[in-house]
């Protein structure tokens, strides 16, 4: 027969067990903020899905239920070998429920011409509308930047396998 602590212990290692291995419930105003900015068609977001990490955005309804109107992921946790010149790029990708981007926010880098290359809104703009299925070659359908081609192609193949993983775990096939 088991003590009344011992009962208390289980039932407490089971709360911090279960606690541990969910999402965490609030995101932070910075994260709404971003995520907001990658998808702006949402009204709201979920708290973070771990398998694979990222999150789902929803559109205003007033029913319970509501479908997803996209997704949006952190680059580095999905593909997390990707490195530009200087290390990871860390940047989120929103994608709606059909394979096209929404929008993209580079976050954290340590690039020495990312003030040039990879920050500047016009690099993020060039990826709005793109569809997995396109090539995003630099220097085609990317544009290069002049001593910062590492930094760029980098950027460009982590948002490109990123997105494309995504897709294919996430979403449904065209019809």
Excluded: C
């Excluded at 609030?26 to 973070?48: E, H, M, R, W, Y």
Aim: no cysteine; charged share 15%.
């Amino acid at each position: 027969m088991r003590s009344p602590l011992t009962s208390v212990a289980l039932v407490v290692g089971a709360i911090t067990v279960g606690q541990s291995q969910s999402a965490p419930l609030n995101i932070d105003t910075k994260l709404q903020g971003q995520l907001k900015q990658v998808i702006p068609s949402a009204a709201s977001f979920s708290a973070k899905v771990l398998d694979p990490p990222h999150f789902k955005a929803f559109a205003p309804s007033p029913a319970a239920g509501q479908p997803a109107v996209g997704i949006a992921f952190w680059t580095t946790e999905i593909e997390p070998l990707e490195r530009g010149y200087d290390g990871p790029i860390k940047i989120l990708v929103g994608m709606d429920m059909q394979g096209t981007l929404t929008g993209i926010v580079v976050a954290q880098h340590h690039e020495p011409y990312g003030d040039f290359s990879i920050e500047p809104p016009q690099f993020a703009a060039q990826f709005k509308g793109k569809s997995v299925r396109d090539a995003f070659r630099v220097g085609v359908d990317i544009d290069a930047v002049s001593r910062a081609t590492i930094s760029v192609t980098s950027a460009a193949r982590a948002i490109r396998n990123s997105a494309r993983r995504m897709a294919t775990q996430l979403l449904a096939p065209p019809k």
